[in-house]
């Protein structure tokens, strides 16, 4: 038993000093003949013999095994800049990793080369971006994170948690762009950015109620910011909410109220809800903010127009002796045009070739007796 122990103890020194071995060679050739191959080459049969079970007695040298592995490999990955293997890079930035666990010789060196390993995935990263291929920039992205929030680098690395959300909403993985959006809000939550990425990854993935959630805390933690106002607004909007709507619009109004969608907007929700009165004031004010607002103009004309419905259907459903009662509806039917036609001029103005307006425009001229820009109106119509 004691010649079978003897013969164990034998063979692991033997190991050791063998791997020990490789490693030594492999230092030399990186260090002294900038022999870039064989270090490489010794430094993988070193790693082949630990894989199988041998491993350093020492932790010094687990930890100068480890430094140097990491920096043939990053060396590899620096020397081949026509394919760029990444996955050199990553065995790198693992044996830095392992190494600075260990906390032994070689550990701080590893520290200073995690740094350029994050950097060389963060560069990676806005290559694949320019190439269009999210899904790998966010996979290089992520390993940059996980580098610079690795023990002994400690860097809470927001800038590249942001690509990585942006990356994974572009590749339309909703659900990666939501986590690391939400990393971003616990960390910063007084950052717009943070919010509204994490808002409209919700929105894209169809998650309502988390997306009024996400709403609701920017608005806790900005109130004045217009862009998640805006959201709020537009998710109103989309849900149908009148009321909900009113009252985030009234906020919107209050922190830009030089700003003539909002009132649009809020036209638009007044309209809905058959305040003539408030709709119109909208309008207007959108108007004076914006005097070739298309939009504002022509929707404050079918607010007068869309008042003709009813009136031209008793009018029509009329018997002929009712005569008074035409006459009353037609006058009312012409000054409800009259007070549309301006807008509408003013929509032509705006949009000479909009050929919807040149055809309403047509027939209410028409109607008022003004048959010369009736024609006129004709002819602009036929030739768009």
Known sequence: MKIKYFLISILISISCYSQKADLTSAII?????????????????????????????????????????????????????LISDFTLL??????????????????????????????????GAYKDYEKKDFNSALSKFVNAININGTAGVE???TFNMYNAALMAYQSENFQESIKWSEKLVNINPSDERFHLRLIRAYA??????????????GRLNI????????????????TG??????????????SDENNPILHLVLGNTYNQLKDFDKSKASFEMAIKLDSTYFDAYNNLASLYLDQTI???????????KETSKFNSYKK??????????????????IDGKNKSIVSVLKEIYYKLGDSKKSIEMKKLEDSL
């Open 310 to 320: 009813d009136l031209i259907e008793k009018k029509n459903a009329l018997s002929y």
């Open 204 to 217: 894209d993935m169809g998650d309502t109620d988390s997306q009024l959630k996400a709403i609701k805390n």
């Open 241 to 254: 909410d009148n009321k909900l709507l009113l009252e985030s619009l009234d906020n919107a109004v209050k």
């Open 90 to 123: 990553k065995t790198a930035s693992d044996s830095f990793i392992e190494d600075v666990a260990l906390q032994s010789n070689f550990y701080k060196k590893s520290i200073n080369q995690l740094s350029v390993c994050a950097y060389l995935f963060q560069d």
């Open 332 to 349: 009312q039917i012409n000054d409800l045009y009259s007070l549309a036609l301006p807008h509408l001029e003013a929509c032509l103005r």
């Open 155 to 157: 860097k809470i690395d």
């Open 223 to 238: 109130p004045g910011s217009q862009d998640i106002i805006f959201e709020e607004v537009n998710y109103y909007l989309s």
């Open 29 to 81: 050739a990186l260090d002294n003949k900038n022999d870039l191959q064989s270090a490489k080459k010794w430094i993988d049969i070193a790693t082949t013999k630990i894989n199988s079970g041998s491993t350093f007695k020492k932790p010094k040298d687990q930890s100068k095994f480890l430094y140097y592995r990491g920096l043939i490999y990053l060396k590899a990955f620096q020397s081949d800049t």
